[in-house]
């Protein structure tokens, strides 16, 4: 079968490759919706999880199961699923702690595109189908669905992980789709006045919608004086990163009252050392006694989460398509939107391909 692959750290090409196999609890699914993650541009082009050669990139999908094993019970070929970025195997010791996504290992739930093919294959593999996957509802778009899958699900853990309370304070750092889906996510959980922090027009029109209050540019000097100004100097009662370097955090904790809590969704893809550190301001920390508290996560899988988001969606609670800008049809197109992934033009937030 055909894939687009990553074949070292800078290079992506089309790879042939054998059709995976499905084991006793395990599906293979053909997509039908796909889409490029920033997370791949990391991958592939800051060689951020290290090399990786002729690896099937991808892990946004939806699909129509093609093959199930013997002892998978709620699914059978022809159903079309909404398949988790984040597959963990959920008979593990970090699962029964209670962070299914770190399975294995730091992010290790996320299996694809990472150490195992991705999704944009003519297959691809499921482990525990009945654990992982999720039914397209009824009526719900393709678009919707690979929406759902990565960036939903990680913008609203931003959100919950920002622990935000009726009316407080939000400053979400990055508004493409993760950022976007973590202020639709601050409004859900409650959230008052919410700053978004981006520049891109389309993405500022897509934030108002899912309800910024105040729209910040980086480019326009220091982004935690604007916030500090605008808010008589308190700062904001929660922050989600979702975007920019590691020098971000400096204006998080910058911004951030003492008492808050620091939501990093943002993925620090840069260097490729293990001495490699990230900055945390030692006075805007409190000299580390504020209460200042950085809270990280890697986006929730399974198939709960995945029926709980769409039931966001399919009840009107978001409309995640509002981020898709650009929609292409056919598996050859992957390539393209991939690129246009990494360039960013001004006029993107999401590409999707439909199959
Ligand atoms: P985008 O590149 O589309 O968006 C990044 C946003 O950050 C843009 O709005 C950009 O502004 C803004 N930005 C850039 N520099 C700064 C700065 N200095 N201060 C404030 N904002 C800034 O990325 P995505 O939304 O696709 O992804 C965001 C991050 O989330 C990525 O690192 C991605 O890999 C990661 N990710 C993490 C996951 C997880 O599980 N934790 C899952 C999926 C993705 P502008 O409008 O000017 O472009
Ligand atoms: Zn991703």
């Given at each position: 079968m055909k894939g687009y692959a990553m074949l070292k750290i800078g290079e992506t090409g089309w790879?042939?490759?054998?059709?995976?196999?499905?084991?006793?609890?395990?599906?293979?699914?053909?997509?039908?919706?796909?889409?490029?993650?920033?997370?791949?541009?990391?991958t592939v082009w800051e060689g951020a999880l290290g090399d990786r050669h002729n690896m099937i990139l991808g892990h946004e999908a939806v699909g129509i199961i093609d093959e199930v094993g013997s002892e998978v019970q709620d699914f059978k070929p022809g159903d079309e699923v909404l398949v988790p970025a984040i597959t963990p195997d959920w008979d593990t010791e970090a699962c029964q702690r209670g962070f299914p996504s770190q399975t294995g290992g730091a992010c290790g739930g996320w299996k694809y595109s990472n150490f195992k093919d991705g999704v944009f294959g003519?297959?691809?593999?499921?482990?525990?189908?009945?654990?992982?996957?999720?039914?397209?509802?009824?009526?719900?778009?393709?678009?919707?669905?690979?929406?759902?899958?990565?960036?939903?699900?990680?913008?609203?853990?931003?959100a919950e992980n920002a622990a935000i309370e009726l009316g407080a304070t939000v400053a979400v750092l990055g508004i493409g789709a993760?950022?976007?889906?973590?202020?639709?996510?601050?409004?859900?959980?409650?959230?008052?006045?919410?700053?978004a922090v981006?520049?891109?027009?389309?993405?500022?029109?897509?934030?108002?919608?899912?309800?910024?209050t105040d729209i910040v540019s980086y480019k326009n000097g220091d982004t935690a004086e604007q916030i500090l100004e605008a808010t008589g100097g308190a700062g904001?009662?929660?922050?989600?990163?979702?975007?920019?370097?590691?020098?971000?955090?400096?204006?998080?904790?910058?911004?951030?009252?003492?008492?808050s809590k620091i939501a990093n969704?943002?993925?620090?893809?840069?260097?490729?050392?293990?001495?490699?550190?990230?900055?945390?301001?030692?006075?805007?920390?409190?000299?580390?006694?504020?209460?200042?508290?950085?809270?990280?996560?890697?986006c929730p899988g399974g198939k709960t989460r995945m029926e709980r988001l769409a039931d966001l969606v399919t009840y009107g609670r978001v409309d995640p398509t509002l981020m898709v800008t650009h929609t292409f049809k056919?598996?050859?197109?992957?390539?393209?939107?991939?690129?246009?992934?990494?360039?960013?033009?001004?006029?993107?937030?999401?590409?999707?391909?439909?199959?």
């Open positions: 790879i042939e490759k054998d059709r995976p196999k499905c084991g006793p609890r395990d599906a293979i699914v053909r997509p039908t919706a796909l889409a490029p993650c920033t997370s791949d541009v990391h003519e297959f691809f593999h499921v482990n525990m189908a009945d654990n992982n996957l999720a039914i397209l509802p009824e009526g719900m778009s393709r678009e919707a669905g690979v929406m759902i899958v990565d960036m939903l699900s990680t913008g609203f853990m931003g993760v950022g976007l889906s973590a202020i639709a996510g601050a409004r859900l959980e409650g959230a008052g006045r919410i700053f981006g520049t891109r027009p389309i993405s500022v029109e897509v934030a108002k919608k899912y309800g910024a904001v009662d929660a922050v989600i990163v979702a975007g920019g370097g590691p020098e971000i955090l400096l204006d998080a904790f910058k911004m951030a009252k003492a008492g969704i943002n993925y620090f893809g840069k260097g490729q050392g293990d001495k490699d550190t990230v900055p945390i301001p030692r006075i805007d920390w409190g000299f580390g006694m504020a209460d200042k508290d950085l809270i990280t996560g890697l056919g598996f050859d197109k992957i390539e393209e939107a991939l690129f246009l992934m990494k360039e960013k033009p001004r006029d993107l937030i999401k590409p999707v391909v439909l199959l």
